[in-house]
Each structure stands twice: as C-alpha cells, then as structure tokens.
C-alpha cells in the first residue's frame, strides 16, 4: 500500500482543516488507518485511528470533539477533519496503515505516507 498525504496549509487558530490520505492498492479496506503527528522536536505521536470499515474510531485526548477521522474505501481515502485548531497543533501529518485493531504505536504501523505540514498561527 502506498499512501500519499495532503491538504496541509497554514492557518490561523480556530480555522479548519481538512487532510486527505490517498492510498493505493485494492486491499486499502482491509487495514485500519491511523493518522499522526510529529512537531518540531518532538516525537511522532498518535493523533487517531479509524478501523477498516470507518465503524470504529478512537482520538488522543488533546484532539478528540475537535478532529473527525472518516475514510471513504471506494475511493481508497482516509480524512482527517480538524476544526478550532490551536498552535500546538502544529506538526507534519503523516497517515499510517496498520493491520492490527487498536494500534496507536508508531512501530504498529507498516504504512506510511509522506507528510503534510500543519501550521496554525496564534
């Protein structure tokens, strides 16, 4: 699977955002999707995951009534739609694949994109 980020840009807080994932490959649905974050300095961390048929989603606590993940698999795409964005959410995006339910760890995905950047002004 190859995947291929965008929809990145700068804003200013309180915009929003959408970022897209566009995979390759007919077998996109079978893998959970998994969207992270890796600011300046800073790890990569967990942002959210959506499993293989959209039914089942789950958020890092910094994002979550703020950002909706959703995936559309006849188009082989996962969103991430990021609303009353902050400063601190500020990073380069990366979307992931992964075949294992539940995976938030960076070493859990076997996919990955090559980054949009975020940047929200204050």
């Known amino acids: 699977v190859q995947l291929q980020a965008s929809g990145g840009g700068l804003v200013q807080a309180g915009d929003s955002l959408r970022l897209s994932c566009a995979a390759s490959?007919?077998?996109?649905?079978?893998?959970?999707m998994g969207w992270f974050r890796q600011a300046p300095g800073k790890e990569r961390e967990f942002v959210a995951r959506?499993?293989?048929?959209?039914?089942?989603?789950y958020y890092v606590d910094s994002v979550k009534g703020r950002f909706t993940i959703s995936r559309d698999n006849a188009k082989n795409t996962v969103y991430l739609q990021m609303n009353s964005l902050k400063p601190e959410d500020t990073a380069v995006y990366y979307c992931?694949?992964?075949?294992?339910?539940?995976?938030?760890?960076?070493?859990?995905?076997?996919?990955w994109g090559q980054g949009t950047q975020v940047t929200v002004s204050s």
């Open positions: 992931a694949a992964t075949t294992y339910p539940g995976a938030t760890m960076t070493y859990e995905y076997v996919y």
């Open positions: 490959g007919r077998t996109f649905s079978r893998y959970y």
């Open positions: 959506i499993s293989w048929s959209g039914g089942s989603t």
